[in-house]
Nanobody, 118 residues
Framework: QVQLVESGGGLVQAGGSLRLSCVAS????????MAWFRQAQGKEREFVAS????????TYADSVKGRFTISRDNAKNAVFLQMNSLKPEDTAVYLC???????????WGQGTQVSVSS
């Protein structure tokens, strides 16, 4: 099993920045993909960004490209999401997820709230 704990959410004005952290524990050597998803109130969960592989390849949702950056610290079993130029539509609960190779996202954190005021 893998446990994921997020932190770093909060309230920020539009145009501001936040940095989210997710620390994994347990069978971390089984993880290949780590990602951030978000779910706004009344909406479906959506993909934000992922990082995977030995080279740390990344993918982003079009809505956050150029504003958000995903990174990781393998020594700390942590993944980060630097969010810049935040917009009110970025308001959501942000969830960290992890997946083994060739599998769906199996492990999920509890989420951290990000609220962006206009």
């Amino acid at each position: 099993q893998v446990q994921l704990v997020e932190s770093g959410g909060g309230l920020v004005q539009a145009g501001g920045s936040l940095r989210l952290s997710c620390v994994a524990s347990g069978r971390t050597n089984s993880i290949w993909f780590m990602a951030w998803f978000r779910q706004a109130q009344g909406k479906e969960r959506e993909f934000v960004a992922s990082i995977y592989g030995t080279r740390g390849s990344t993918t982003y949702a079009d809505s956050v490209k150029g504003r958000f950056t995903i990174s990781r610290d393998n020594a700390k079993n942590a993944v980060f999401l630097q969010m810049n130029s935040l917009k009110p539509e970025d308001t959501a609960v942000y969830l960290c997820a992890a997946a083994p190779p060739n599998a769906n996202y199996t492990y999920w954190g509890q989420g951290t709230q990000v609220s962006v005021s206009s």
